[in-house]
């Protein structure tokens, strides 16, 4: 009963902080309206998109122009309507996007705060190994591994992309842990007994949240810019799977000056991969202020 | 600073024994061998055979490690069998090198002269319009993908207004070096441009958060209070504390140069190593892939290593006793 009331506390203490850093920033609130109009029309979009977008092929209304036969946009080449692709599309990336995301955040807090926790050979072993990971060309190992697997599901893309891509955010999570272990709190709570996990995921945890937020926004815009870049290319998924990478691929190998007459293939999506992008970082920044008033602009 | 620079060197030998296992392994993760390209449904499994056997495929792995890092270091890195039939790897990579350097050499110089500017400006205004403006800029460029804009950049000025050429290196091997080193100007100029005007991101945040920090400081407080002028301040005694940390991300642009020019070359149609590498990938030409990934793997360690030394260079606190 208490919990409750403490935690309904901490809940509504943040979206009121949250609220009033929109206030104070005018385009973080854009960005937000933004991202919850897309949001909505890409959730309220699903029930209109038929199963078979990405399979289809219907070449009798294939490539229309905008306002044809009642497509907004016209249709893609395989004869679906533009719109309805973008909106799956567009889900798809964004599932790749938070699946991405979570399980990275979730590597990188548990082995980051143990790693700077214990500290010793392990880190020292960790270190290493993550130092020596980000130089190497992460976006070059992955478009390998995408085309020799000859397109990929959804699932696999996103088990793959977390973990190659986990090292930074391991670091950057060992390093704020290090900048905690050595505090009072923590010693005392140590010395009472406490024990480690215990320690971490109630004494240290809470105060290293906020960058959590923001490198969690952070990562999901960068996993939806990697999966998004590697499509585009055309390594990565499935045929059949669509992505807002796969949408921008028709661009690449068609004669370039249609990418200039067609602006309707390419305009949209590039829009909302902006306002995607762009508004979860912003976000991100937000909620990091909302959590840590520390941070906040005045 | 000899012993810093020789330790370095020393770091980095199992640093390469590494890289070069790991690009093994993803070379024996690709389907097929090299001989994969050349044969079609009436070749003779037995001469297949020979040929795999010639090669040394059919070797134990290790074995087959020991002699490929005995090639490499011969320079002998196969034959492509795709992009560029019959040719050495090394004949390929050899023309295709200089259109990459020479665009990512005007793109490295235009991102720090970009970033620096942009640092200067946000952190003498700061909290002003322009800072935050410029915050918000750089924060877009990081967060969008590249190659989306790279695209905008190519309609706006191949298309709409058309003042640079739209695909080609404008090398050729008939012309004489100045004639291919303006014409090569003409078609790097805008990739490179592109590439810099949306990568400002990671050197502008630090540049910026440094000067700031180098402007609240004691020293600065002391001079301004013997009565010298901001400006002076500045420019001999901020600026030069604030730059330390940027002068060692010089060598890291070294390891960007290939990576990034995957994009800006397949978007531009600029053919240099960048778009090999694509093209080798879609046509599954592994020892070309195979010989860029190394390509990339020594720049990369050789970045790193250029990095620490700059670093050790202009800071003698980082130098080891």
């Known amino acids: ?298 | 600073m000899w012993r810093t620079i020789l330790r370095r060197v020393l770091i980095m030998i199992p640093q390469l024994i590494l890289v070069s296992i790991l690009i093994f392994m993803l070379a024996q993760l690709m389907p097929g061998d090299p001989f994969y390209g050349s044969l079609n449904p009436n070749s003779d499994p037995a001469t297949i055979a020979r040929m795999r056997h010639a090669a040394g495929l059919d070797l134990p792995w290790y074995q087959q490690y020991v002699k490929w890092v005995g090639n490499v270091l011969h320079g002998d890195l196969g034959t492509s069998y795709v992009v560029n039939k019959g040719w050495t790897v090394t004949r390929i990579i050899g023309q295709r090198i200089w259109p990459t350097l020479s665009m990512g050499i005007i793109a490295a110089v235009l991102t720090y002269v970009l970033s620096i500017s942009q640092a200067l400006l946000a952190a003498r205004n700061e909290n002003k319009i322009i800072d935050r403006i410029l915050i918000v800029w750089n924060t877009m460029t990081s967060a969008v993908p590249s190659f989306v804009f790279y695209f905008v950049m190519m309609v706006l000025f191949v298309y709409i207004i058309p003042i640079f050429p739209s695909s080609g290196t404008g090398i050729d091997d008939t012309q004489s070096f100045t004639t291919n080193f303006f014409s090569n100007l003409r078609y790097a100029f805008l990739p490179a441009l592109t590439i810099a005007l949306f990568s400002t991101n990671s050197i502008f945040q630090y540049l910026r958060s440094n000067l700031l920090d180098q402007q609240a400081q004691d020293y600065v407080r002391t001079a301004r209070a013997k009565g010298v002028q901001i400006k002076d301040v500045f420019r001999k005694h901020i600026l030069r504390n604030a730059f330390l940390p940027i002068a060692s991300g010089i060598g890291y642009s070294i390891t960007g140069i290939l990576g990034g020019a995957i994009f800006a070359e397949t978007v531009f149609g600029y053919p240099g190593l960048g778009a090999l590498f694509v093209q080798a990938l879609s046509g599954r030409d592994y020892t070309v892939i195979t010989a860029l990934m190394l390509l990339q793997g020594v720049l990369a360690l050789l970045g790193g290593l250029l990095s620490d030394i700059i670093s050790a260079w202009v800071d003698p606190r980082v130098r080891v006793k």
Not at chain 1, 19 to 36: F, G, M, Y
Not at chain 1, 180 to 204: C, H, M
Not at chain 1, 240 to 262: F, K, N, P
């Open chain 1, 1 to 298: 009963m208490d919990m409750e009331v403490k935690k309904q506390r901490f809940g509504s203490k943040f979206i009121k902080n949250f609220w009033r850093e929109l206030e104070k920033d005018n385009l973080a609130l854009l960005a937000t309206i933004l991202l919850i109009v897309l949001f909505l029309f890409i959730i309220i979009g699903q029930i209109f998109v038929p199963t078979d977008i990405g399979t289809m092929s219907n070449i009798l209304s294939a490539n229309l122009p905008p306002l044809t036969n009642g497509h907004i946009l016209g249709t893609t080449n395989s004869g679906a309507d533009f719109v309805l692709t973008l909106i799956a599309s567009a889900s798809n990336s964004l599932i790749i996007g938070f699946g991405v995301a979570i399980l990275i955040t979730i590597i990188s807090v548990t082995f980051g705060m143990i790693i700077g926790y214990f500290g010793g050979w392990i880190d020292w072993i960790a270190m290493r190994l993550i130092d020596f990971w980000l130089v190497m060309p992460l976006l070059m190992i992955l478009a390998i591994i995408f085309s020799t697997a000859k397109g990929l599901s959804i699932w696999s893309l996103i088990l793959i992309l977390a973990v190659l891509s986990w090292p930074p955010n391991v670091r950057l999570i060992r390093t704020l842990t290090l900048s905690e272990v050595n505090r009072d709190y923590v010693q005392a709570a140590k010395i009472s007994g406490t024990p480690w996990y215990k320690i971490l995921f109630t004494g240290i945890f809470p105060n290293i949240s906020s960058t959590v937020i923001s490198d969690f926004a952070l990562t999901l815009a960068g996993s939806i810019g990697i999966e998004t870049s590697l499509t585009y290319l055309g390594f990565g998924l499935k045929h059949g799977t669509s992505s807002l990478g796969t949408m921008l691929t028709v661009l690449s190998g068609s004669s370039a000056s249609s990418v200039y007459t067609q602006w309707w293939l390419w305009i949209p999506v590039t829009l909302v991969l902006i306002i995607l992008t762009f508004g979860i970082v912003v976000l991100g920044q937000v909620a990091r202020r909302a959590i840590d008033q520390r941070q906040s602009v005045s």
